[in-house]
C-alpha cells in the first residue's frame, strides 16, 4: 500500500475508518510492533486442513459487547469445521461469550437453518490470553468448497489491542449486543472492511488432502482486486486447484498483509518474523508459496540483493525444517510507482535471477513474466494495471495465479 494514500484510493480506506466509531479498529494499517509469543498451536491431522486464513495484525483497540459477523470464502471442502480465534497482539485477555457458524444468504442475512453454535471443549464461551489462539471443538456435517460462511463472534469482555487483519477485501458486519445467533441481519447495520479475531477455518477433507499457504503483501493480500468478489490471486488459484479435483492440495491459505516486508517488520511482522504462526503453524500445509520483497527493495532504505537472497535461504531452510516445499515468485514490475528508482530495478533483477537460477527453491512462478509489458519490461502490462502501476487489477490477478504450475504445490515433505 501507498504510504500516503492517493485521492482514488481514500474512498475504499475510509470504508474502513468505520471502526473508528465502533471500537473495533482504527482504519490505519497495523504497525510492526511485536505479539506476544504465541504458545504452540496444534496442527495434528485432527485438526483437519486449513480452507481459509489471513494474517493477524494489531488494527486497533478492542471493545466490549459487540458482535462481529465476518463473512469468509472456502478453499478446500470437507466436514467438521473449527475456527481458529487469535488475540495474537492483545494485550489483555478476550472472552467470547457466543460463536456461531453459518452460511451468508445476503449481506449479513444467512440462509435459514445454517446458524449453528461453535463449542470449546463443550463450552460456549471462552476466553484467550494475550497472545494466545485457541481451536473450537469440531462443528458436525459437511461444509462445501468455495463456499460463503458468516462466522459470529460475540465479544464480552476485550480491552488494549485488538487483534485482526485490516485489509480484508471483504465487507462484513457489526452490532452492539450478542446477536451471532442471528440468522436475520437485521442487527448487523454496521459494515466493516476488516476481520476481527479470526484468523482461521479448518476443515477434514478427503484423505491425502493439503494446502498451500501464500506469504505475501499487498498483491497477494488483493488490493486493486473487486471487493467482495474474492477476484485475489490466492483465490483465482484456490479455483483452478479444486477443478483439477486431485485431492492432493485444495487448501489455500491467504496469508497477505499490505506493505509487509520480508526482512524487516512494517505494517505487520516481517514474512520471516511471521512464518511460524501465519503459516507452519496452519493444519495441512504441505508448501509455502512465496512472494514478497518489492516493499523491501522500495523501501527508505532499500534492501541490498544480497540482504535479500539471504533473507530468502532463510524463510527456505526454516520451511524446509518444518517438513514444507517453497516455491519462489519473481518480484513483478513497478516502474511508475513513487518509489521507483533505477537503483531498485538493478535489485529486482538480480533478486529476480537468483530466484530463478540459483536453486534454492523447490519450484519458481514467474510472476515478471507474467505482469511484465513486452514493450518497456520495467513496467507493468497496461491491461494487468490497477491504476497504481504496481497492483494488478481482477484481469492479471487471473493471469498470476493461472501461471503456477500447480504439480508445483504437491509436496509431500
Known amino acids: 500500500m501507498p504510504r500516503t494514500a492517493r485521492p482514488r484510493h481514500r474512498a475504499a480506506l475510509a470504508a474502513l475508518s468505520t471502526c473508528v466509531a465502533l471500537g473495533c479498529g482504527t482504519g490505519t494499517p497495523p504497525q510492526g510492533d511485536r505479539p506476544a509469543p504465541p504458545p504452540g498451536a496444534p496442527t495434528g491431522s485432527g485438526y483437519g486442513v486449513v480452507t481459509w486464513a489471513s494474517s493477524a495484525g494489531r488494527v486497533g483497540t478492542a471493545a466490549d ?13 470437507g466436514s467438521g469445521l473449527r475456527v481458529r480465534l487469535s488475540n495474537a497482539y492483545g494485550d489483555q485477555p478476550v472472552t467470547f461469550g457466543n460463536v456461531h457458524a453459518g452460511r451468508q444468504r445476503k449481506g449479513a442475512a444467512l440462509v435459514p437453518g445454517s446458524n449453528r453454535r461453535l463449542t470449546f471443549d463443550g463450552a460456549a464461551s471462552v476466553t484467550v490470553p494475550p497472545g494466545g489462539i485457541i481451536y473450537s471443538d469440531p462443528l458436525p456435517g459437511p461444509v462445501a468448497a468455495a463456499s460463503k460462511l458468516a462466522v459470529s463472534l460475540h465479544v464480552v469482555r ?9 485489509m480484508a477485501m471483504q465487507t462484513s458486519y457489526t452490532t452492539e449486543g450478542d446477536h451471532a445467533a442471528d440468522e436475520s441481519g437485521a442487527r448487523f447495520g454496521q ?20 494446502a498451500v499457504a501464500a506469504l505475501g503483501d499487498s498483491i497477494t493480500d488483493g488490493w486493486h482486486s473487486t471487493t467482495g468478489l474474492d477476484r485475489r490471486w490466492p483465490d483465482h488459484l484456490a479455483r483452478r486447484l479444486s477443478r483439477a479435483g486431485d485431492g492432493t492440495v485444495e487448501g489455500v491459505a491467504n496469508e497477505g498483509i499490505a506493505g509487509n516486508r520480508l526482512l524487516r517488520d512494517g505494517p505487520g511482522q516481517s514474512g520471516l518474523n511471521r512464518l511460524r504462526r501465519d503459516v507452519l503453524s496452519l493444519p495441512g500445509v504441505r508448501t509455502v508459496f512465496l512472494f514478497q520483497g518489492v516493499n523491501d527493495i522500495k523501501a527508505e532504505p532499500g534492501a541490498t540483493a544480497a540482504e535479500l537472497i539471504a533473507g530468502y535461504r532463510t524463510l527456505i531452510d526454516r520451511a524446509h525444517a518444518a517438513g514444507k516445499c517453497v516455491v519462489g515468485a519473481t518480484i513483478g514490475p513497478y516502474k511508475g ?12 533483477r538480480k533478486v529476480n535471477a537468483f530466484i530463478r537460477d540459483g536453486g534454492a527453491f523447490d519450484a519458481v512462478t514467474d510472476f515478471d513474466r507474467v505482469l511484465r ?6 513496467r507493468i502490462r497496461p491491461a494487468f494495471d490497477g491504476g497504481d ?25
Request: charged content about 25%; glycine content about 12%.
Open 65 to 77: 459487547g459487540r458482535s462481529y459477523r465476518l463473512i469468509v470464502r472456502t478453499s478446500v471442502g
Open 158 to 166: 476485550a480491552g488494549g489491542s485488538l487483534t485482526g487483519h485490516w
Open 191 to 210: 459494515r466493516i472492511g476488516s476481520w476481527f479475531y479470526l484468523d482461521a477455518v479448518t476443515v477434514k477433507p478427503r484423505r491425502d488432502t493439503g
Open 337 to 348: 510507482w513513487p518509489e521507483w528508482d533505477p537503483a531498485g530495478e538493478a535489485v529486482r
Open 373 to 378: 509489458n513486452p514493450a518497456d519490461p520495467e
Open 389 to 413: 502501476h504496481l497492483h494488478p487489477n481482477d484481469r492479471g490477478m487471473r493471469a498470476m495465479a493461472d501461471a503456477v504450475d500447480l504439480k508445483d504445490l504437491q509436496c509431500r515433505g
